[in-house]
């Protein structure tokens, strides 16, 4: 059994920064990659982006490029989300999730996920 527990949510003005982190745990923690996602109120939840486990390689969805960062430390089996230049349409829960194999596409294959962290930007 995996767990991902994000934290560092919270309430920032537009402009401002926030960092996320996921923290990964289990018997033998093992992941191709991991996820970050996010749900504002009555949409649908949106890719934001990943980071590969093994060369740190990231990858971001169009809408956050430039302004969001994705790190990990393997030692800590933990992934971050530094996002900057924050808008109120990033307002969401923002999800970590784990990929254990390389599934072809951004957005399959994420077999774990955490329980969210709040981001809420106002204007």
């Known amino acids: 059994q995996v767990q991902l527990v994000e934290s560092g949510g919270g309430l920032v003005q537009a402009g401002g920064s926030l960092r996320l982190s996921c923290a990964a745990s289990?018997?033998?923690?093992?992941?191709?990659?991991m996820g970050w996602f996010r749900q504002a109120p009555g949409k649908e939840r949106e890719f934001v982006g990943r980071i590969t486990w093994s060369t740190g390689s990231p990858y971001y969805t169009d809408s956050v490029k430039g302004r969001f960062t994705m790190s990990r430390d393997n030692a800590k089996n933990t992934v971050y989300l530094q996002m900057n230049s924050l808008k109120p349409e990033d307002t969401a829960v923002y999800y970590c999730?784990?990929?254990?194999?390389?599934?072809?596409?951004?957005?399959?294959?994420?077999?774990?996920w955490g329980q969210g962290a709040q981001v809420t930007v106002s204007s």
């Open positions: 999730a784990a990929k254990p194999s390389p599934v072809p596409g951004p957005t399959a294959g994420y077999t774990y």
């Open positions: 289990g018997r033998t923690f093992s992941a191709y990659a």
